[in-house]
């Protein structure tokens, strides 16, 4: 069984910093792509940014030139820094890791950790 823990979240104030973690644990063989998606509340869950094995990036025009992504392979964990935070980064964060398990090929999600930036 594998799982996904997200921890960083909570209350900033606009221009503040929060730093996300997610850890994933359990029966892993590999993990391929890892990232970040957030979903705020009305709205669809949308990409924030993803980071492959070889640390290859990609981010959400959003949060270009604010938001870092990055991950520690042996400790199967990605991070994600947010500089600058804006009221309309409020969101609940999900992690998610592409990974091969002794299933196969599959994807899996964190429960969210909820990020509240004040204006």
């Known amino acids: 069984q594998v799982q996904l823990v997200e921890s960083g979240g909570g209350l900033v104030q606009a221009g503040g910093s929060l730093r996300l973690s997610c850890a994933a644990s359990?029966?892993?063989?590999?993990?391929?792509?890892m990232g970040w998606y957030r979903q705020a509340p009305g709205k669809q869950r949308e990409l924030v940014a993803t980071?492959?094995?070889?640390?290859?990036?990609k981010y959400a025009d959003s949060v270009k030139g604010r938001f870092t992504i990055s991950r520690d392979n042996a400790k199967n964990t990605v991070y994600l820094q947010m500089n600058s935070l804006k009221a309309e980064d409020t969101a609940v964060y999900y992690c998610?890791?592409?990974?091969?398990?002794?299933?196969?090929?599959?994807?899996?999600w964190g429960q969210g950790t909820q990020v509240t930036v004040s204006s």
């Open positions: 359990g029966s892993i063989i590999s993990i391929n792509v």
């Open positions: 980071i492959t094995s070889r640390s290859s990036t």
């Open positions: 998610n890791a592409d990974l091969v398990s002794p299933t196969g090929l599959s994807s899996y």
